[in-house]
């Protein structure tokens, strides 16, 4: 069984030329598929749409909020924390009570759903449907291969990134300037730095993260997988279609020691700090710097609610053992489920394509979201523009998340001991021997160790 190659790849701006030969291609059967999905969107004058309590909802809302007024159809969110959100996806579609019109997958859980049949493919309920060539692929995060188990090309659309994550680092410029610091590009000179800056009295942290574990989904694993790929470790090695776990590498120990020195510099219960407590943080001014998701940082330059308004610096993670920065994409994808009456299913494939449009992609970067295609103009974006140029820095060196079809079951392995390594709850050794033996168990149960 053939898996995703290792490092993937953001998908790179296209020329003119290219986009309109594509667009050409696809305009006969594309544009038609899409005239009638929105006219069979005004049979239905609402759509329940599933989403998280993220930092980007407001953004989200924002953009929706033209396409009530555009097509007539009321948008109904409804939020939930992130780790309750696959278990209501999930026990919606397994009850067929159709609770909602739109799901929004983050990347560990797109296999599974994929896998399982729970989502409508696109270019299923919009004939002949081609993505727009400006929207970003992230390794082909869109397309499912049912055969291979496994996202390629060929596969069928099942949605549409909707916000391009991925974390970056920030740190307080004003303080680096006046310590006489260098950003960093290395974890260890993130360490140092950090380290200086609290022996000067400046900061009471000197690096924050997230090192809480969550459930259903990712939280302290996703923060320690910019430090894991930096440093040419991974969770598995694809062996002619095998899965071999490799987590007890002695890169990976590396990594995960690097990653609990880093925790180190940061409150002394690292397990009890989520996202939000990381920017909650970075703006009362009590850290130095970080790493956590682009989306959040908008939330820095906020003048009602932060302190550091104009005082940080953003860029690329730094870099391990491999000399370069390797960042984990972080997105969220728009898709329909599957147990849907057709004329909602075409309502809810026309909102999704309709989002992923350019003018609405721009109302939702300048609203402070992450814009996933790749022409979309900065300028209009203010105080945040530093943050989307970063993650526009960030993309060529993007590595994906996890994808697997066992991204559930490898989860709920993999916060807890991530979660007590970080907060030195465990030796390293014994916490990536025992990630080593479960994650063996998990392939194998999955079909992927023959």
Known sequence: MTRHPD??????????????????????????????????????????????????????????AAYEK???????????????????????IQSRNAAFDVFQLDEPWTGQFYDNGWVKPLDEIIPGYTPDPAIITYDDLPLWNSAERQGGPGGRVMGLPMNGNVDLLVYRKDI???????????WDEAIDNGRKAVDAGEVR??????????????????????????????????????????????????????????????????QTVGQADCIALMQNGQALQGHFVAAGMPQLEDESRSSVVGKCGYSVVPAGSLGKPVPTSGVWSLCVPNDLAPERQSAAADFIVWMLGKQQQAVFAEAGGIPTRNDIDLSGTGAIAPILEAVQESAPHAHRAIRYVFAAQMLEAVEPVI????????????????????????????????
Do not use: C
Not at 212 to 223: A, D, H, L, W
């Open 419 to 450: 979660g007590q390594i970080g907060a030195g709850e465990i030796p390293v050794d014994q916490g990536l021997n025992t990630l080593q033996d479960k994650l063996a168990e998990i392939a194998s149960a999955a079909g992927f160790s023959e």
């Open 205 to 270: 942290y000197g690096y924050v993260t997230r090192g809480q574990p969550t459930t259903g989904g990712q939280s302290v694993s996703f923060e320690f997988m910019h430090v894991l790929f930096s440093y040419g470790a991974d969770w598995f090695a694809s062996e002619n279609g095998r899965l071999v776990p490799t987590i007890n590498s002695e890169s990976a120990q590396a990594a995960a020691e690097t990653f609990r020195r880093l925790l180190e510099l940061g409150p002394s219960r690292p």
């Open 70 to 92: 555009e097509r007539g159809v009321k948008i109904t969110f409804r939020p939930f924390p992130y780790g309750g959100m696959r278990t209501q996806m999930t026990n919606a």
């Open 7 to 64: 490092k993937p790849h953001f998908t790179l701006p296209l020329s003119r030329r290219r986009v309109l030969q594509s667009l050409a291609a696809t305009a006969a059967v594309g544009l038609t598929g899409l005239s009638r999905t929105a006219s069979a969107a005004q049979t239905v004058d609402e759509l329940i749409v599933l989403t998280g309590t993220t930092p980007w909802l407001p953004a989200y809302q924002k953009a929706a």
């Open 176 to 186: 680096y300037e006046k310590l006489g610091l260098t950003p960093p590009r290395t």
